[in-house]
T-cell receptor, first 110, second 113 residues
Framework: AQRVTQPEKLLSVFKGAPVELKCNYS??????LFWYVQYSRQRLQLLLR??SRESIKGFTADLNKGETSFHLKKPFAQEEDSAMYYC????????????FGKGTRLSVIA | EAQVTQNPRYLITVTGKKLTVTCSQN?????MSWYRQDPGLGLRQIYY???????DKGDVPEGYKVSRKEKRNFPLILESPSPNQTSLYFC????????????FGSGTRLTVV
């Protein structure tokens, strides 16, 4: 079964401090992993895909298959990063649904 | 503009009165899905559809129906809404293939009294 765990419901950091949002997953095959962001009163937006190995808005995430993790990191938090962040997993068998974690609310304090 | 459009954005209704939330996408995506978002529970999938006339239950399908008669539309039907269906609903679509993320609609905030 596919499962995504985000252990922190709320993470508060000061502006300029490093940020790490944790995500662990459970899946027997090779998953595709994503991070979505939801700013206040807005729709969910795709932030990162692990397959792209990209950096968006200063965020990066590395897939660690040994630890089954896909933590989201940013070296210096900005106030505009305050939002809800969801980690999501999609299995590699073709048309499997996207499974979301319960989300972590990031609050960046000025 | 490529997008997923949901209507209405806000809806207040009474228990038992049938309602439909519409979802339409203009990206020719094969895959569409409905989620509900509740505090502390995150996003839970209600139903999904891999293509026209193909629908499957998600994690929380009870009390909901869907149909996929056309590729672009995927309405969510509540035949007899109850207060525990008060939630924020999101429609999403995607191309098939595991590398594609979802494009989400703006959400529908439903209150059942």
């Amino acid at each position: 079964a596919q499962r995504v765990t985000q252990p922190e419901k709320l993470l508060s950091v000061f502006k300029g401090a490093p940020v790490e949002l944790k995500c662990n997953y459970s899946y027997s095959g090779s998953p595709e992993l994503f991070w979505y962001v939801q700013y206040s009163r807005q729709r969910l937006q795709l932030l990162l895909r692990h397959i792209s190995r990209e950096s968006i808005k200063g965020f990066t995430a590395d897939l660690n298959k040994g630890e089954t993790s896909f933590h989201l990191k940013k070296p210096f938090a900005q106030e505009e990063d305050s939002a809800m962040y969801y980690c999501a997993l999609r299995g590699n068998s073709g048309n499997t649904p996207l499974v979301f974690g319960k989300g972590t609310r990031l609050s960046v304090i000025a | 503009e490529a997008q997923v459009t949901q209507n209405p954005r806000y809806l207040i209704t009474v228990t038992g009165k049938k309602l439909t939330v519409t979802c339409s996408q203009n990206m020719n995506h094969e895959y569409m899905s409905w989620y509900r978002q509740d505090p502390g529970l995150g996003l839970r999938q209600i139903y999904y559809s891999m293509n026209v006339e193909v629908t499957d239950k998600g994690d929380v399908p009870e009390g909901y129906k869907v149909s996929r008669k056309e590729k672009r539309n995927f309405p969510l039907i509540l035949e007899s809404p109850s207060p525990n269906q008060t939630s924020l609903y999101f429609c999403a679509s995607s191309r098939t293939g595991v590398s594609y993320g979802y494009t989400f609609g703006s959400g529908t905030r439903l209150t059942v009294v």
